[in-house]
Nanobody
Framework: QVQLVESGGGLVQAGGSLRLSCAAS????????MAWYSQAPGKQRELVADITGGGSTNYADSVKGRFTISRDNAKNTVYLQMNSLKPESRAVYYCKAASRVRVAGKYLYWGQGTQVTVSS
């Protein structure tokens, strides 16, 4: 299986920046796509950005030009650089990994989440 641990959340003023990290452990060689999702209070979890093992990226329209997802395959870590943060960016940010190998039928893994709060 795969375990994911996020870090880097916190409180920042509007216009500021944060860098989130998600470290994977376990069967990391089987991980294909890694992604960041956000879940604001009272809302559904939404895709922020994802990245394949080859480095292809995809972003939600709301973060294009402000957020950058990157990946260090040697460290089994995915990052989310968040710039020009807005108060509406306040959410719990979750890391997700999709594995090419199913273990007990499971191939999607989530981290525990890290809180991002943006003050106006």
């Amino acid at each position: 299986q795969v375990q994911l641990v996020e870090s880097g959340g916190g409180l920042v003023q509007a216009g500021g920046s944060l860098r989130l990290s998600c470290a994977a452990s376990g069967i990391t060689s089987a991980i294909n796509v890694m992604a960041w999702y956000s879940q604001a209070p009272g809302k559904q979890r939404e895709l922020v950005a994802d990245i394949t093992g080859g480095g292809s990226t995809n972003y939600a329209d709301s973060v294009k030009g402000r957020f950058t997802i990157s990946r260090d395959n040697a460290k089994n870590t995915v990052y989310l650089q968040m710039n020009s943060l807005k108060p509406e960016s306040r959410a719990v940010y979750y890391c997700k990994a999709a594995s090419r190998v199913r273990v007990a039928g499971k191939y999607l893994y989530w981290g525990q989440g890290t809180q991002v709060t943006v003050s106006s």
